[in-house]
């Protein structure tokens, strides 16, 4: 599926700061990951200091890209992708605590 994305052609749909509207330096947008699911780009604003993470997906339909702003390093981001996956036991755990009420108390624990 991502033969036909041309990643450094289609990184120039990173053009303009959501925050300050100035122009993206393309050399200042990193790609973290790149698989058959689409690209992981990491952008800093050199005038506001904003992140932007945007993953672009290549379909028969054309590019598409979801975008977020973020207050991670490009580190953080990429230790957070190569976490475990959420399983059912997961989701379970979490119910269970939120109708105990104990979510909030563990994640202090956590933190």
Same mark, same amino acid.
């Given at each position: 599926?991502?033969?036909? +994305?041309?990643?450094?052609?289609?990184? *120039?749909?990173? *053009?303009?700061? &959501?925050?300050?509207?100035? /122009?993206? *330096?393309?050399?200042?947008?990193?790609? $973290?990951? @790149?698989?058959?699911? =689409?690209?992981?780009?990491?952008?800093?604003?050199?005038?506001?200091?904003?992140? #932007?993470?945007?993953? +672009?997906?290549?379909? &028969?339909?054309?590019?598409? =890209?979801?975008?977020? #702003?973020?207050?991670?390093? &490009?580190? @953080?981001?990429? /230790? +957070? !992708?190569? /976490?475990?996956?959420?399983? !059912?036991? /997961?989701? $379970?755990?979490?119910? !269970?605590?939120?109708?105990?009420?104990? $979510?909030?108390?563990? +994640?202090?624990? #956590?933190?």
């Amino acid at each position: 599926m991502m033969n036909n +994305f041309n990643s450094p052609l289609n990184l *120039k749909l990173i *053009k303009r700061c &959501p925050i300050c509207s100035s /122009d993206y *330096k393309q050399a200042n947008i990193q790609i $973290l990951d @790149e698989n058959e699911f =689409g690209v992981l780009t990491y952008a800093s604003c050199v005038s506001c200091k904003a992140n #932007l993470l945007t993953k +672009f997906s290549s379909l &028969p339909q054309g590019v598409i =890209g979801n975008a977020i #702003l973020t207050d991670l390093s &490009p580190q @953080e981001v990429l /230790d +957070f !992708a190569v /976490d475990n996956e959420i399983d !059912a036991d /997961d989701v $379970l755990d979490i119910q !269970a605590m939120l109708s105990k009420k104990e $979510l909030i108390k563990n +994640f202090k624990k #956590l933190v």
